[in-house]
C-alpha cells in the first residue's frame, strides 16, 4: 500500500464505515483527517451496531487509530464513546488525538442552533453539532485546541476570551441566553484528564509509521460534494472531505498517498437541503429509503434518495483522484424492475453535459438524463463471489466501471461486515 485514502464519493453516508473496518484489517494505522462529531459509521459486527462518531473504525480490529489535525471534538462526545466502547469491551488504548485539532465548545452548538433558527427557509440543514462555527472560530483564530487543555492556565484564559465575544453574539444576534463561565472551566479540566493520555504528535506518529513501512488507511468523513470549497455550496460542511484533505488533516507531504479508494452508493442519498438531481418522487422513493434504511446516524433525519448520478460520481472520480471504487448496498436495488441511472444532464439552455456545472445556478437547474438498466429482482444473500452475482447486477456494475473509466474493486450486498465482494481479493484492494 502503504497510505490509502478511503473516501465518500457522494453526499456522506455511502458504507465507508464498513469498507474502512474491512481493509483495515490488512493495515497498522487508521486516521481521521476532517470532521467532528457530524459524521457517522454504523458497523455491524456479528449482529451488534456500533454507531462511531469521532473515533475511526480501526479500533474495532485492534488497530491504532488516529484523529488528525484537520479533526474538531466535541470532548464530552468523545469521551461518552471512547467510555461506550470499553463497557463493550472494547479497548481504545490505541486512540491517538492530535493537539492541533480543535474543540467543539457550547458555544458553537448555541450558535449553530441560533443560525440555523435565523436562516429560517434559508437553512443549511446542519447536524446542529456545532461544526461550521469550530471551523469559523479556527479560521479567525479564535479556536481552542486539543492542546490547551493540557495547560489549565491558558484553558482558563482562551476559555475567557472566547466567551466574552461568543456570548455578545449569543444575545444580541441570536437572542439566545448566554453561557455562563462558572463551572466550564473545571469541566474542561475533567475532559483534560480523560483525554491527556491519548493526545499526541500524530503527524509524526504516521510519518514514522510509514517510514517503517506500516499500512496506512485515512478515513475521510462526509462525501466530496460536501466539500467546504468544491461541494455544493453553501450545503455543504465546514471542512475539507476530499481526498487532498488527508494530506492537509493529518500533516502528510500528498506525495505519500498511494491510492485513493472512493466509496459510493449503488444509489445515491443525501441529508439536508440543498439541490439534488436524481431525488426520486413518489412510492419508489420511501421503498428506497425503507429498504435502504436512509436514517441519519446522527441525527436520525429521514435522508432524501435517489437513482445513481454518474455526472457527480465523475467529478468525485476527479475530485479525489479516485484508483478504484467501492459500490456499497447493491442488495437495497434488488426490488426494483428498473433502474435509472443518470449519464448526463440537461442544463437550463438545452445543452447536455457529463461533466458536473461549474456554475450552481446549472447545477440548480439541470435535469437529469437517465439510461435505464434493467433490475435483477433476486436478493444477493449467500453471494461470495462476482461470478456469483446475477447477470444483470453484474451488467450494473459493470455499466458504473465503463461510464467512469474506474475499476470497481468491492461491491456491497448487505450490512454485515462479511456482506463484500472483492474482485481482485482484499490484500491487493488496498495495494
Ligand atoms: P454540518 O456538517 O453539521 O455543518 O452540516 C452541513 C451539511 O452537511 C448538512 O447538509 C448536513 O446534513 C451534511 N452532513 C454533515 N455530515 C454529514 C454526514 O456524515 N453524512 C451526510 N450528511 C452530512
Same mark, same amino acid.
Given at each position: 500500500?502503504?497510505?490509502?485514502?478511503?473516501?465518500?464519493?457522494?453526499?456522506?453516508?455511502?458504507?465507508?464505515?464498513?469498507?474502512?473496518?474491512?481493509?483495515?484489517?490488512?493495515?497498522?494505522?487508521?486516521?481521521?483527517?476532517?470532521?467532528?462529531?457530524?459524521?457517522?459509521?454504523?458497523?455491524?459486527?456479528?449482529?451488534?451496531?456500533?454507531?462511531?462518531?469521532?473515533? !475511526?473504525?480501526?479500533?474495532?480490529?485492534?488497530?491504532?487509530?488516529?484523529?488528525?489535525?484537520?479533526?474538531?471534538?466535541?470532548?464530552?462526545?468523545?469521551?461518552?464513546?471512547?467510555?461506550?466502547?470499553?463497557?463493550?469491551?472494547?479497548?481504545?488504548?490505541?486512540?491517538?488525538?492530535?493537539? #492541533?485539532?480543535?474543540?467543539?465548545? !457550547?458555544?458553537?452548538?448555541?450558535?449553530?442552533?441560533?443560525?440555523?433558527?435565523?436562516?429560517?427557509?434559508?437553512?443549511?440543514?446542519?447536524?446542529?453539532?456545532?461544526?461550521? !462555527?469550530?471551523?469559523?472560530?479556527?479560521?479567525?483564530?479564535?479556536?481552542?485546541?486539543?492542546?490547551?487543555?493540557?495547560?489549565?492556565?491558558?484553558?482558563?484564559?482562551?476559555?475567557?476570551?472566547?466567551?466574552?465575544?461568543?456570548?455578545?453574539?449569543?444575545?444580541?444576534?441570536?437572542?439566545?441566553? !448566554?453561557?455562563?463561565?462558572?463551572?466550564?472551566?473545571?469541566?474542561?479540566?475533567?475532559?483534560?484528564?480523560?483525554?491527556?493520555?491519548?493526545?499526541?504528535?500524530?503527524?509524526?506518529?504516521?510519518?514514522?509509521?510509514?517510514?517503517?513501512?506500516?499500512?496506512?488507511?485515512?478515513?475521510?468523513?462526509?462525501?466530496?460534494?460536501?466539500?467546504?470549497?468544491?461541494?455544493?455550496?453553501?450545503?455543504?460542511?465546514?471542512?475539507?472531505?476530499?481526498?487532498?484533505?488527508?494530506?492537509?488533516?493529518?500533516?502528510?507531504?500528498p506525495t505519500r498517498i498511494d491510492s485513493v479508494i472512493g466509496v459510493a452508493k449503488a444509489?445515491?442519498?443525501?441529508?439536508?437541503?440543498?439541490?439534488?438531481?436524481?431525488?426520486?418522487?413518489?412510492? #419508489?422513493?420511501?421503498?428506497?429509503?425503507?429498504?435502504?434504511?436512509?436514517?441519519?446516524?446522527?441525527?436520525?433525519?429521514?435522508?432524501?434518495?435517489?437513482?445513481?448520478?454518474?455526472?457527480?460520481?465523475?467529478?468525485?472520480?476527479?475530485? #479525489?483522484?479516485?484508483?478504484?471504487?467501492?459500490?456499497?448496498?447493491?442488495?437495497?436495488?434488488?426490488?426494483?424492475?428498473?433502474?435509472?441511472?443518470?449519464?448526463?444532464?440537461?442544463?437550463?439552455?438545452?445543452?447536455?453535459?457529463?461533466?458536473?456545472?461549474?456554475?450552481?445556478?446549472?447545477?440548480?437547474?439541470?435535469?437529469?438524463?437517465?439510461?435505464?438498466?434493467?433490475?435483477?429482482q433476486e436478493p444477493l444473500d449467500g453471494i461470495e463471489s462476482i461470478r456469483g452475482l446475477?447477470?444483470?447486477?453484474?451488467?450494473?456494475?459493470?455499466?458504473?466501471?465503463?461510464?467512469?473509466?474506474?475499476?470497481?474493486?468491492?461491491?456491497?450486498?448487505?450490512?454485515?461486515?462479511?456482506?463484500?465482494?472483492?474482485?481482485?481479493?482484499?490484500?491487493?484492494?488496498?495495494?
Amino acid at each position: 500500500m502503504p497510505a490509502t485514502v478511503i473516501v465518500g464519493a457522494q453526499w456522506g453516508d455511502e458504507g465507508k464505515g464498513k469498507i474502512v473496518d474491512l481493509l483495515a484489517q490488512h493495515s497498522d494505522l487508521v486516521c481521521r483527517y476532517n470532521g467532528g462529531p457530524n459524521a457517522g459509521h454504523t458497523i455491524v459486527v456479528k449482529g451488534e451496531t456500533y454507531k462511531l462518531k469521532h473515533i !475511526p473504525s480501526g479500533i474495532l480490529r485492534g488497530k491504532v487509530c488516529v484523529i488528525g489535525a484537520g479533526c474538531v471534538v466535541d470532548a464530552q462526545v468523545m469521551i461518552e464513546e471512547l467510555d461506550d466502547l470499553e463497557t463493550r469491551g472494547v479497548s481504545t488504548g490505541l486512540v491517538r488525538l492530535s493537539g #492541533n485539532a480543535h474543540l467543539v465548545m !457550547p458555544w458553537h452548538l448555541a450558535i449553530d442552533r441560533g443560525s440555523e433558527r435565523r436562516l429560517g427557509k434559508l437553512k443549511i440543514g446542519t447536524t446542529r453539532r456545532g461544526i461550521g !462555527p469550530t471551523y469559523a472560530d479556527k479560521a479567525y483564530r479564535l479556536g481552542i485546541r486539543v492542546q490547551d487543555l493540557l495547560d489549565p492556565k491558558i484553558l482558563r484564559q482562551k476559555i475567557e476570551v472566547a466567551l466574552a465575544e461568543k456570548n455578545v453574539w449569543l444575545e444580541r444576534v441570536y437572542g439566545a441566553e !448566554p453561557i455562563q463561565l462558572g463551572g466550564l472551566v473545571e469541566r474542561y479540566e475533567g475532559y483534560a484528564e480523560r483525554l491527556r493520555p491519548l493526545i499526541a504528535d500524530t503527524s509524526l506518529l504516521i510519518d514514522r509509521a510509514l517510514r517503517e513501512g506500516q499500512r496506512v488507511i485515512f478515513d475521510g468523513a462526509h462525501g466530496t460534494l460536501l466539500d467546504l470549497d468544491h461541494g455544493t455550496y453553501p450545503f455543504v460542511t465546514s471542512s475539507p472531505t476530499v481526498a487532498g484533505g488527508a494530506a492537509v488533516g493529518t500533516g502528510i507531504g500528498p506525495t505519500r498517498i498511494d491510492s485513493v479508494i472512493g466509496v459510493a452508493k449503488a444509489y445515491v442519498t443525501r441529508v439536508g437541503e440543498g439541490p439534488f438531481p436524481t431525488e426520486i418522487e413518489g412510492a #419508489n422513493h420511501d421503498r428506497l429509503q425503507e429498504l435502504g434504511g436512509e436514517f441519519g446516524t446522527v441525527t436520525g433525519r429521514q435522508r432524501r434518495c435517489g437513482w445513481l448520478d454518474l455526472v457527480a460520481l465523475r467529478y468525485a472520480v476527479r475530485l #479525489n483522484g479516485i484508483t478504484s471504487l467501492a459500490l456499497t448496498k447493491l442488495d437495497v436495488l434488488s426490488a426494483f424492475a428498473d433502474l435509472p441511472v443518470c449519464v448526463r444532464y440537461l442544463l437550463p439552455n438545452g445543452a447536455e453535459t457529463a461533466d458536473f456545472p461549474a456554475h450552481q445556478s446549472d447545477f440548480h437547474h439541470c435535469r437529469p438524463v437517465y439510461e435505464t438498466l434493467p433490475g435483477w429482482q433476486e436478493p444477493l444473500d449467500g453471494i461470495e463471489s462476482i461470478r456469483g452475482l446475477p447477470d444483470d447486477a453484474r451488467r450494473y456494475v459493470e455499466f458504473v466501471e465503463r461510464e467512469l473509466e474506474v475499476e470497481v474493486s468491492l461491491i456491497g450486498t448487505g450490512a454485515d461486515r462479511q456482506r463484500v465482494l472483492s474482485p481482485r481479493g482484499l490484500e491487493t484492494v488496498a495495494s
